[in-house]
């Protein structure tokens, strides 16, 4: 156990539609990452937040948007779904901002677009 | 930005051989080197890391080394067992960016 928490597990929603999935890091964590895999694909960076502010962001599409609250849990909200945005999505958390250590993966949130 | 690729994308090994995967960067500035297990259903989990001051480093079955010059790691499994079969991703990152990572091989060891 990573000490990270997604949730939903999985999520089954049509297109057009908008979800949100959401992540507890680890306790102490002050980073939280969102990563995209897709199928057969690596880990698509998204978005980092660090303690509340936007820190970095990779490929996310401007129907993404992401989020971290005072309690330092975030948020990745989809909206306006398509066929192509099912895949799987992670959650890490790190300690610090400077990407030197060890990042810790939630299960992940898989999200089918039907 | 950076690069980084990784072969192969499929390894099928017999239990007790040893595997070998390698990734390359492109960014020199890149200094820190780890390697995520990805198992069936779960999320990715560090197994060995290595930084650019050192050129090899082991944890029992598990090996990485470095070529800072060539710019490209491997990952060292020995003696692999079932219990080994996986997706493994290399990464690379240097402080204040992104990690990137390679798009994982999947190891499958053969009982």
């Known amino acids: 156990d990573s000490g990270v928490t997604q949730t939903p597990k999985h999520l089954i929603t049509a297109t057009g539609q908008r979800v949100t999935l959401r992540c507890s890091p680890r306790s102490g964590d002050l980073s939280v990452y969102w990563y995209q895999q897709s199928l057969d694909q690596g880990l698509q960076f998204l978005i980092q937040y660090y303690n509340g502010e936007e820190r970095a962001k990779g490929n996310i599409l401007e129907r993404f948007s992401a989020q971290q609250f005072p309690d330092l849990h975030s948020e990745l909200n989809l909206s306006s779904l398509e066929l192509g945005d099912s895949a799987l999505y992670f959650c890490?958390?790190?300690?610090?901002?400077?990407?030197?250590?060890?990042?810790?993966f939630g299960e992940g949130s898989r999200l089918t677009v039907l | 930005g950076e690069n980084v690729e990784q072969h192969p994308s499929t390894l099928s090994v017999q239990e007790g051989d040893s595997a070998v995967i390698k990734c390359t960067y492109s960014d020199s500035a890149s200094n820190y080197f780890p390697w995520y297990k990805q198992e069936l259903g779960k999320g990715p989990q560090l197994i060995i890391d290595i930084r650019s001051n050192v050129g090899e480093k082991k944890d029992q079955r598990i090996a990485v080394t470095l070529n800072k010059t060539a710019k490209h790691f491997s990952l060292h499994i020995t003696e692999t067992q079932p219990e080994d079969s996986a997706v493994y991703f290399c990464?690379?990152?240097?402080?204040?960016?992104?990690?990137?990572f390679g798009t994982g091989t999947s190891l499958t060891v053969i009982p």
């Open positions: 990464a690379a990152t240097s402080p204040g960016n992104q990690f990137y």
């Open positions: 890490a958390s790190s300690p610090k901002t400077a990407n030197t250590g060890e990042l810790f």
